[in-house]
C-alpha cells in the first residue's frame, strides 16, 4: 500500500493562519473604534468649547454696544453739564448782583424806619410840651361815644378822625393773634375763646373802640373787616352808611367787632374793594391793619407761601386800585418778619395826604 503524501502547509495550518490573521484583524477593528470615540468624544468637548466662545464673543459684542451708548450718552450728559454749570454761574452772578441791591435797599428802608421813629418822638415830645404849657383842657368836644383809656392818647399825634364819611377798615387776619411767627402758630392751633382774649387782638379792639369815639356826630361812617374777604361788622349795611348820630349802630358795629376771630390770609385788594362799593365814596380811610397782604383777590392756586417781595408786589397791585385823593389812614401793629410794612404804609400815607403811626403798646 503506498504512503500518502506529506503537505508542508496542510489544512490546518491555514486555518491556524487564518484564525490568527482575523484575531489581528478583530484586533485592529476594536482599537480603530476605541480611538473613533476617543477622537469623538473630544471633538465633542473642542465643539462645546468653541459654543461657549461663540456665545461669550456674542455677549461681547452685546457689551461692547452697551458700553458705546453708555460713554455716548456720558459724553452727552457731560455736554449738557458743562452748559448748565455755564448757567448756574451765571444765575449765581445775577443773584449776588441782586442780594447786593436787595441789602442796599434794606439798608435805606431801615434808615427810612429810624427817621420816622425819629419824627415820631420829636411830635410826641412837641405834644407834651404844648400840654404842658396848655392852661385848661378846653371844650370837652361833642362826641356820641366816650372812651377812657389808660395809656397818653397823643401817641397817635397827627390822625384825624373826620370828614363827612368815614370808612374803617379792620384786618382780621389770622396774624392779629400776635406778633409773632411762632405765636401765631401756636395761637391759631388754640378754642376761639382763647384766640378772643389775644393781647394783641385786644390792643386792636380797643383801638377801633377810640377811632369810634372819635367820629364826628354830623359824619356818617361804616366799619368792615377783612382777611380774605371784606365784610361789615354790622350785618346787613354792606354799602351804606351809617349815621354817626346813631349810637346804636355804632355800639352793635364794636359788639360785633369782639366777636370776630381773627383768622386766614390777607387780601389788601379785597379791602380797598370796599371803596368802590361805597356810594358816595368815602373822603377819609382809617385802616388796622399789622402788615403788607399775603394773597390778592383770590388765593393762589399751587404756591401756599410768599415772601417779602411778593407781599410788597400785593399791595402795589392793591394800592393801584386805592383813590389818591382820599387820604389813606395807617394804624400799624408790627407783625415779626414783614420789615418791608412799616416804609411801605407811610409812603401810602404820604401820598394821599393821610398819616402813618404804630402805637406804643400801652395804647389806647
Do not use: H
Not at 380811610?285 to 401756599?304: E, H, M, N, W, Y
Request: glycine share 8%.
Amino acid at each position: 500500500m503506498a504512503r500518502r503524501k506529506t503537505e508542508t502547509f496542510s489544512l490546518s495550518f491555514l486555518d491556524v493562519i487564518s484564525c490568527g490573521f482575523g484575531a489581528v484583524v478583530l484586533f485592529y477593528t476594536i482599537i480603530s473604534a476605541q480611538a473613533g470615540l476617543a477622537r469623538q468624544k473630544e471633538n465633542q468637548q473642542l465643539q462645546s468649547e468653541v459654543d461657549q466662545l461663540e456665545v461669550e464673543v456674542l455677549d461681547g459684542f452685546k457689551n461692547l454696544a452697551v458700553i458705546r451708548n453708555s460713554i455716548k450718552t456720558t459724553e452727552e450728559e457731560s455736554r449738557r453739564t458743562e452748559g448748565l454749570s455755564d448757567r448756574i454761574i451765571s444765575e449765581t452772578r445775577t443773584l449776588r448782583v441782586q442780594l447786593a441791591d436787595a441789602e442796599g435797599e434794606t439798608i435805606a428802608r431801615r434808615e427810612a424806619i429810624e427817621r420816622l421813629k425819629a419824627d415820631l418822638q420829636s411830635l410826641e415830645e412837641g405834644t407834651r410840651r404844648l400840654e404842658g404849657g396848655t392852661e385848661s383842657p378846653g371844650n370837652p368836644g361833642q362826641r356820641i361815644r366816650g372812651f377812657v383809656g389808660t395809656g397818653d392818647r397823643q401817641y397817635l399825634t397827627g390822625l384825624k378822625v373826620g370828614g363827612e364819611r368815614i370808612l374803617i377798615l379792620v384786618d382780621v387776619s389770622a396774624s392779629m393773634l400776635d406778633e409773632t411767627v411762632v405765636n401765631v402758630i401756636r395761637m391759631r392751633n388754640m378754642s376761639d375763646s382763647r384766640k378772643l382774649l389775644s393781647e394783641k387782638w385786644q390792643r386792636v379792639i380797643g383801638t377801633v373802640d377810640w377811632l369810634a369815639a372819635q367820629i364826628p356826630e354830623k359824619s356818617r361812617f361804616q366799619i368792615y373787616t377783612f382777611n380774605t374777604q371784606a365784610a361789615p361788622l354790622l350785618e346787613g349795611s354792606a354799602g351804606r352808611w351809617l349815621e354817626g348820630r346813631d349810637p346804636k349802630a355804632l355800639n352793635d358795629s364794636l359788639r360785633a367787632l369782639r366777636d370776630v376771630v381773627p383768622q386766614d390770609g390777607t387780601s389788601m385788594e379785597n379791602a380797598f374793594a370796599v371803596i368802590e362799593q361805597m356810594v358816595p365814596r368815602p373822603d377819609n380811610v382809617v385802616i388796622v391793619t399789622d402788615g403788607l397782604p399775603t394773597q390778592g383777590a383770590s388765593p393762589p392756586p399751587f404756591r401756599k407761601t410768599i415772601d417779602g417781595e411778593g407781599r410788597l408786589r400785593l399791595f402795589e397791585r392793591a394800592f393801584n386800585r386805592y383813590p389818591k385823593d382820599v387820604p389813606l389812614n395807617v394804624i400799624l401793629f408790627p407783625m415779626e418778619g414783614d420789615p418791608n410794612a412799616a416804609s411801605t404804609y407811610w409812603v401810602a400815607a404820604r401820598r394821599t395826604g393821610g398819616a402813618f403811626m404804630s402805637p406804643s403798646k400801652d395804647w389806647p
